[in-house]
């Protein structure tokens, strides 16, 4: 077999590029959903049953065109599907990059550099926090749910009793409240490093990129931490 015949034959499926930008589109599609998500959940400020109603409502969209809970399936069989995409391309690099590395570590980078290499470990918790989170809120199983959850059916939904009733436990509060941390770091690297991988090198459109990422992570963070913090104060009950 020939040098070339070789080569061919060692190439990746999916090579680098292919993975940088399979992350990059479905971080975007993740930091869009967390911050639709986020406006979403900032309705619980509005009462219980405008929040329910809310609630209600994603599960009857676009009825009869889509069956009930088309909408929530829709978007559930998109965000796993993306998932399963930026994981597995995540998990290439990962092994790819310690592999061209070898045992050389790089010592005092800086901020950029943590936050890059703390990339896999805050996307653990994440996926950690997600599990927990559509137990607690969603399916109401034990014991990540309260004891007080009550399952929507056709005609109402509970969910703004079921979050207060989530976010009273401080333990649970706590959980969330960190794990939106976690988030924002997440996102503001993600978005940055996506927009790098995309094209946009420039040195104007990464100082842009660096504002417009944080931002949105600082906006994601602090909204979905208020709830947790305003339910354990009672303001939210």
Request: aromatic residues 10%; glycine residues 8%; positive net charge.
């Amino acid at each position: 077999m020939s040098s070339r015949a070789r080569t061919t034959a060692r190439r990746p499926l999916l090579s680098n590029f292919v993975c940088k930008t399979v992350m990059a589109l479905t971080g975007l599609i993740f930091s869009a959903f967390v911050l639709v998500h986020m406006v979403g959940n900032l309705k619980v400020y509005l009462g219980a049953e405008h929040f329910n109603d809310y609630a209600h409502w994603l599960r009857e969209a676009f009825e009869p065109v889509l069956p009930y809970e088309g909408l929530l399936w829709v978007l559930r069989l998109a965000l796993l599907a993306s998932l399963a995409g930026h994981v597995a391309c995540a998990a290439l690099l990962w092994r790819r990059a310690r592999v061209a590395r070898g045992p050389v570590r790089r010592r005092h980078a800086g901020w950029r550099s943590f936050t890059a290499r703390t990339m896999p470990v805050t996307g653990l918790v994440l996926l950690f926090f997600v599990i927990f989170h559509v137990l607690d809120l969603t399916t109401g199983t034990a014991p990540a749910a309260s004891g007080g959850f009550e399952a929507a059916t056709v005609n109402t939904s509970h969910a703004y009793e079921n979050l207060v009733a989530s976010f009273q436990r401080p333990l649970a509060g706590l959980f969330y409240a960190l794990a939106m941390i976690v988030l924002g770091l997440h996102v503001a690297h993600g978005l940055w490093a996506a927009a790098n991988d995309l094209g946009a090198t420039g040195r104007r459109f990464r100082q842009v990129a660096v504002v417009v990422s944080g931002v949105v992570a600082l906006v994601i963070m602090l909204g979905n931490i208020s709830i947790p913090i305003f339910v354990l104060i009672g303001v939210l009950k």
